[in-house]
């Protein structure tokens, strides 16, 4: 994902290149093919090309008062949170409830689990992972965790909880991850 907009704006370069030169060939194939055109003709298709040019120019122009890439610093970061969510949340019921902002329906679908899991109707696997997942929720959340969740979270916390962990605090605002939470809901629904 970190390549995400680089192939983008290499397709764009390519596209303007093609266009100067089919522009530049029309021209030039203008000025071979003179003497078959009459002059009104002649006048009126080299005034469309010069007019396609000046278009063109003026479209480079504004791509290159900027940084001529499709992914700007924002977009940057969109996407690190976006590959954070969905590296750290698998569960699209847990990231529903993370992009409601529903602590207490989470705190129940924990309590719900520890049951499952004593009653042998969850996988240790499945448990961890979804008690890891509804913990990090509810710290983003602001929501005070006991110890025994600190010490979990600490002991079986990988790298996708850390990263999405890192990317959310340094962006500061909790709503930004929520609505990207609500987008990968929305993915998650389809």
Do not use: H, W
Request: proline share 2%; hydrophobic share 35%.
């Amino acid at each position: 994902m970190a390549s995400r907009g680089t192939t983008e704006t290499s397709k764009l370069k390519q596209n303007l290149e093609e266009q100067l030169d089919r522009l530049m060939q029309q021209l030039q194939d203008l000025e071979e093919c003179r003497e078959e055109l009459d002059a009104d003709e002649y006048e009126e298709t080299k005034k469309e090309t010069l007019e396609q040019l000046s278009e063109f120019n003026d479209s480079l122009k504004k791509i290159m008062s900027g940084d001529m890439t499709l992914v700007d610093e924002l977009s940057g970061m969109q996407l690190a949170i976006q590959a954070a969510i969905s590296q750290a949340f698998k569960t699209p019921e847990v990231i529903r409830m993370f992009a409601k902002k529903q602590p207490r329906q989470l705190r129940t679908r924990l309590a719900e689990m520890d049951r499952d899991l004593m009653v042998g109707k969850l996988p240790r696997d499945l448990y961890t992972q979804q008690k890891l997942e509804i913990l990090t929720a509810l710290r983003k959340l602001g929501e005070k965790l006991t110890g025994d969740d600190e010490m979990f979270l600490s002991a079986n916390a990988g790298t996708a909880l850390s990263q999405f962990e890192r990317v959310s605090t340094d962006l500061g605002s909790g709503d930004k991850v929520f609505a990207l939470a609500s987008v990968e809901v929305e993915k998650a629904k389809q």
